[in-house]
């Protein structure tokens, strides 16, 4: 099947500081990727859309300037966390699909854990 | 009201019990329907879409029912390896199309 690499799988940052999450669609062209927090014990709460080529769209409650998406290419998508607090400390994982149909499955990226010290 | 709701149990059935997870959701426009699984700390997996005429996979059937805007899946024959969290997953059209997770069900198959 179709294979999605996020890419740190794990890091621990100071807090302040801002870190990068990639996520790479490897053998299919993402047109759309999802990115998700979910924190211990609970689901996975979408943070936002993003079509290539265009801004991402945010879930209310989400601060934009504080995740910033970067989806420029139909295989890349960046998420970073901009002065990063320990409540930022979370699972973020990333989703991408192909196409624009809605029947078309999305695949997930590993996850990357963060936690800021 | 959340966007898609499910009981998140869990559900402790023993091996070969047939159980049945039920999920909810509010935006009547959605337009596709997915059960996701989900091992404890690994990203979730497609189990099966749902399709309206309702469809079997093995042991496991998905169900959608439009007009009380629910949908279904129902596990035969529980195995110890089903043991997981179960995502109810359904895709909106708000003038974008999102998916959007349920809380997901947490299933304890003992043996």
């Known amino acids: 099947g179709a294979v999605v690499s996020q890419h740190p799988s794990r890091v621990i940052c100071k807090s302040g500081t801002s870190v990068k999450i990639e996520c790479r669609s490897l053998?299919?062209?993402?047109?759309?990727m999802f990115w998700y927090r979910q924190f211990p014990k609970q689901s996975l709460m979408l943070m936002a859309t993003s079509n290539e080529g265009s801004k991402a769209t945010y879930e209310q409650g989400v601060e934009k300037d504080k995740f910033l998406i970067n989806h420029a290419s139909l295989t890349l998508s960046t998420l970073t966390v901009t002065s990063a607090h320990p409540e930022d400390s979370s699972f973020y994982i990333c989703?991408?699909?192909?196409?624009?149909?809605?029947?078309?499955?999305?695949?997930f990226g590993q996850g990357t854990r963060l936690t800021v010290v | 009201r959340k966007e898609v709701e499910q009981d998140p149990g869990p559900f402790n059935v023993p091996e070969g019990a047939t159980v049945a997870f039920n999920c909810t959701y509010s935006n009547s426009a959605s337009q596709s329907f997915f059960w996701y699984r989900q091992d404890c700390r690994k990203e979730p997996k497609l189990l099966m879409s749902?399709?309206?005429s309702g469809n079997e996979d093995g042991r496991f059937t998905a169900q959608l029912n439009r007009a009380s805007q629910y949908i279904s899946l129902l596990i035969r024959d529980s195995k110890l390896s089903d043991s997981a969290t179960y995502l109810c997953?359904?895709?909106?059209?708000?003038?974008?199309?999102?998916?959007?997770f349920g809380t997901g069900t947490r299933l304890l198959v003992s043996p």
């Open positions: 749902v399709y309206s």
């Open positions: 989703s991408a699909r192909e196409g624009g149909s809605s029947n078309t499955e999305a695949f």
């Open positions: 997953v359904v895709n909106m059209n708000t003038g974008f199309q999102k998916l959007v």
């Open positions: 053998d299919f062209q993402a047109t759309t």
